[in-house]
């Protein structure tokens, strides 16, 4: 009963509680700190539900690779804080119409946004899968052996800067408002740990509209062409249009499914996975 109650309460919590209360702090002018603070708690929290509830105990072990997504979430995480703060300066650049609808509630925006955001995300994800370039930069997320909620940061830093614009772009040009920019960048933390975690944590019928860990790992199939699925960050909704949704409730993942089959000597290291891009002549 403890194990089916934290099933069920550790998605609330993130999803609920911790987003909530990063929308409280957002839209009440509460200092930045008390977001800092929160996102550590996610993270925390992220780690403890992990090792009580695992979907796969071996997964909470480092393989080797601990210092090298420390760093690609150090990196990423540094530059999705230093774009936050660059928003404002851009959004007076790039903005061609303020249409934004600044009247509605808060939380209407935030949803607007995370929507909009999601598209962009998701339709550049679909591309990196197909565009032999993009791919280069885009095989490193698909190289982890392990599924935990730490690694949903590791990303080649200009693939990441690829997403960012996709997924920004389109609203700053509407006239994206600096506090509901902010309230993307946090949900899109705990969207992040929950989409890659190892605690297997249920949301009942919701996986087939949220895009968490359940359908996620189908997404990192190591065979060619079994993981050009469920490409969306935050919903399934996009993958429902272009027909990519796909998901077996009955298939359990092992390290064995996961990583890159036609590439199994994929550099693990942090800066060989930064320059393998470059020396990839084949774009695959």
């Not at 990441?160 to 614009?165: I, K, R, V």
């Not at 389109?170 to 993307?184: D, E, F, K």
Request: with cysteine.
């Amino acid at each position: 009963m403890a194990r089916q109650a934290l099933r069920v309460g550790y998605p609330l919590f993130m999803l609920l509680g911790v987003n909530s209360a990063a929308l409280a702090f957002i839209h009440g002018g509460a200092s930045k700190l008390w977001l800092g603070g929160l996102l550590l708690a996610a993270i925390g929290a992220s780690f403890l539900a992990e090792r009580a509830i695992p979907y796969e105990p071996d997964w909470n072990r480092p393989h080797g690779d601990a210092g090298r997504d420390l760093a690609h979430f150090i990196v990423n995480e540094a530059s999705n804080v230093l774009s936050l703060c660059a928003l404002p300066f851009l959004s007076g650049l790039v903005t061609v119409r303020d249409v934004w609808p600044h009247d509605w509630p808060f939380v209407l925006q935030v949803l607007l946004a995370v929507l909009v955001f999601d598209f962009g995300v998701t339709l550049m994800h679909y591309l990196s899968h197909r565009i032999p370039f993009l791919w280069r930069f885009h095989a490193v997320h698909h190289s982890v052996k392990r599924f935990y909620g730490f690694n949903g940061l590791m990303k080649h830093p200009l693939h990441q800067a690829m997403e960012m614009t996709a997924g920004v772009a389109p609203l700053l040009l509407i006239g994206l408002p600096s506090g509901v920019a902010t309230a993307l960048a946090s949900l899109s933390c705990v969207q992040l740990l929950m989409q890659h975690s190892n605690a297997d944590y249920t949301v009942g019928p919701m996986k087939y509209l949220l895009a968490l860990n359940a359908g996620h790992r189908f997404h990192h199939l190591k065979w060619a062409g079994a993981g050009d699925v469920n490409f969306g960050l935050f919903t399934n909704l996009w993958d429902y249009l272009l027909g990519t949704w796909s998901y077996m409730p009955e298939k359990r993942f092992s390290s064995d499914d996961l990583g890159i089959a036609k590439e199994p000597s994929f550099p693990a290291d942090y800066w060989a996975q930064l320059l393998k891009p470059f020396h990839d002549d084949k774009g695959t």
